[in-house]
């Protein structure tokens, strides 16, 4: 098995170290390798890291912006970026599948459903649906999306502040970072380093079986068919 990702910033899946040449992962990528622990038996970075190929975001455009007669499918602006996306990446990953002759290639795309319309009821199933298309357009069926509903603090306060309890109220949240009592500086008042969250992650403190919530749900569901 090989993982291709890519996410939004450097802090949600994790980011490159061109001076290493080795990627370091960050809470949405331990959450994506205690997922496949719980599923076969290892933490698949701390076991096989090589097998582990990390797209920014930046490098994703760049290489998209190739490809500018991409069909959106008749998508808003918003979805279809997330489409377009999600193409890219299913390239890359059928490329990577032949380089490799491994046809078991995972493509994971990393984006958080806020925005300017991400409180528009159904917006993240619109950016979930435009990123499935997207892979399926390319012809590769082993892709899917990882979008918190409406970001990924709120994925992480469910344990944090919440102890597992009417997480589904955070899903209703603004993820506009400006608003007041927004879910980013309301995880930060914790006071709790991204170090510490991804230990807490790797250790179980976290719970992922715990964290019920729809958009939660939706990927593990949808990692574990692929697995």
């Not at 489409?83 to 994971?108: C, G, H, P, Q, Y």
């Not at 159904?122 to 990882?146: A, H, P, V």
């Not at 109220?169 to 914790?190: A, T």
Request: with cysteine.
């Amino acid at each position: 098995m090989h993982l291709v990702l890519s996410g939004e910033g450097n802090s949600d899946i994790g980011k490159l170290s061109y001076q290493e040449e080795e990627f370091i992962p960050a809470s949405m990528y331990y959450l994506i390798d205690k997922i496949i622990e719980q599923k076969l038996g290892f933490s698949f970075y701390e076991l096989t890291p090589d097998l582990i190929t990390f797209i920014s975001k930046t490098q994703l455009i760049d290489i998209q912006k190739k490809f500018i007669s991409f069909p959106s499918k008749g998508k808003n602006q918003e979805t279809a970026i997330f489409f377009k996306n999600a193409r890219t990446l299913a390239m890359l990953s059928k490329k990577k599948s032949e380089e490799l002759k491994d046809d078991d290639v995972i493509a994971i795309l990393f984006r958080d459903s806020d925005g300017t319309n991400s409180t528009k009821k159904g917006m993240w199933k619109e950016k979930q649906e435009s990123i499935e298309k997207g892979f399926s357009f390319q012809g590769f069926d082993r892709g899917i999306g990882m979008i918190p509903n409406p970001k990924s603090e709120a994925w992480l306060l469910c344990a944090l502040q919440n102890n597992y309890q009417s997480c589904n109220d955070l899903e209703n949240r603004s993820g506009n970072d400006k608003s007041p009592n927004n879910l980013k500086d309301e995880l930060e008042s914790f006071g709790i380093s991204s170090d510490k969250i991804n230990e807490m992650i790797k250790n179980g403190q976290i719970d992922i079986d715990k964290i019920d919530m729809p958009s939660f749900r939706y990927f593990v569901d949808a990692l574990n068919r692929l697995l």
